[in-house]
């Protein structure tokens, strides 16, 4: 049997693990986060957490490399702390895109992060929407990878008319993924064709594949970062006749001058989930609507402690 449920935050995104806690009604483990001036950190447990079932939330967001940082540290407080076990919830996993080795003398990032975090002391991790399925085999660890697909599905089919939608994909790797969400609303696909240039994030349509004239489209993706993929695939889908573009993303990343662009493009409206902090840009960007998962979140964790299968939320 696990000893008692503890919940902790780092800094990265407390509003979301306040929520997770407000849902499961339990209140966040008190830690003391000081940055000195030589800008190393200290992280203290101000709770006892001895045989305690420890679950740590922090998700990937500016400034990435702090929050990494102070995430290795806080699992190793605990691990020191004697706690039970400790799960690493990370909504929106760090370096993620750097999942192959596809230029010469680079690192594969996302698996350097796994194995960091695992020797940190994780003993396992909670996350959502990973960027390529092989990255869970990054880690030596369970991995539960949760997703966003309910959620937004839900959304659409209580908020929307999809009668005249089609779902898009932004590129040809997003195809099969895609699948989930046409089966469960039941809508049609077609995929953009694109080309990217070099390590920039400029990418180029250059063709599509169905039938988007005189529809909805629906461009669904994994992450929004500068944001110019989904504006010139919104351009681009008007361009063939589209009525409207909507686009669901799970990780709202929104670097750079990504809200200034979508707020000048022709993309009509972003749905997004909360797994990246995003409330200071929805007031820059009228366009964006966040969807909770802090409950997907809340569901996982207990079941988690109570040995539960997580395999009803996916």
Known sequence: MQGPLKIISGRSHRAFAEEVCSLM???????????????????????????????????????????????????????????????????????????????????????????MLQTAGADRFLTMELHSPQIQGFFDVPVDQLMATEVICDYFLKEKNLENFVIVAADVGEAKPLGRFANRLNLPMAIIDKRRLGNTDEVVPTHLIGDVKGKNALIIDDEIASGGTLIKAAAFLKEHGALSTTAAIVHPVLCGNAIEKINNSSLDELIVTNSIPVADKMKLCPKIKVLSVAPLFAKAIANIHNGESLSTLF
């Open 25 to 115: 009604s339990k209140d966040l483990t008190n830690i003391e986060n000081i940055t000195f001036s030589n800008e190393n950190m200290l992280v203290r447990i101000l709770d006892n957490v001895r045989e305690a079932d420890v679950f740590v939330i922090q998700t990937s967001c500016p400034p990435v490399s702090d929050h990494i940082v102070e995430t290795t540290i806080l699992l190793d407080a605990l691990r020191h702390s004697s706690a039970a076990r400790v799960t690493a919830v990370i909504p929106y996993f760090p370096y993620v895109r750097s999942d192959k080795k596809d230029q010469p003398r680079i690192s594969i990032t996302a698996k350097l992060m796994a194995r």
